[in-house]
């Protein structure tokens, strides 16, 4: 399986970005971030066919994660961007239907994005 995230880049406190994950297939997918000296966290899921969402409570209100399976992709629009949202953002691909906040449940994972937000 292949993923190839990208969309990351550096804007001001207030901003947004949009991230997009293209797939090789059809799966469940997740957004996680890292932080330098931080453990890999979750961001969003969202199930294989787009009905199920999940956010974390950091984020909700200011993110949404959305798919468009006819090109098997998965974006992340990310609003009011402040700079503890600044990570490597990577895109993870889940075997199965239902999609996961941990990050123990994903199969595959791409590359990573950098955002970096300003204050």
């Known amino acids: 399986v292949q993923l190839q995230a990208s969309g990351g880049g550096l804007v001001q406190a207030g901003g947004f970005l949009r991230l997009s994950c293209a797939a090789s297939?059809?799966?469940?997918m997740g957004w996680f971030r890292q932080a330098p000296g931080r453990e890999r966290e979750f961001v969003a899921a969202?199930?294989?066919?787009?009905?199920?969402?999940v956010y974390a409570d950091s984020v909700k209100g200011r993110f949404t994660i959305s798919r468009d399976n006819a090109k098997n992709t998965v974006y992340l629009q990310m609003n009011s961007l402040k700079p503890e949202d600044t990570a490597v953002y990577y895109c993870a691909a889940k075997i199965g239907a239902y999609s996961s906040s941990h990050v123990s449940d994903y199969d595959f994972w791409g590359q990573g994005t950098q955002v970096t937000v300003s204050s």
């Open positions: 969202i199930s294989r066919s787009g009905a199920g969402t």
């Open positions: 297939g059809r799966y469940a």
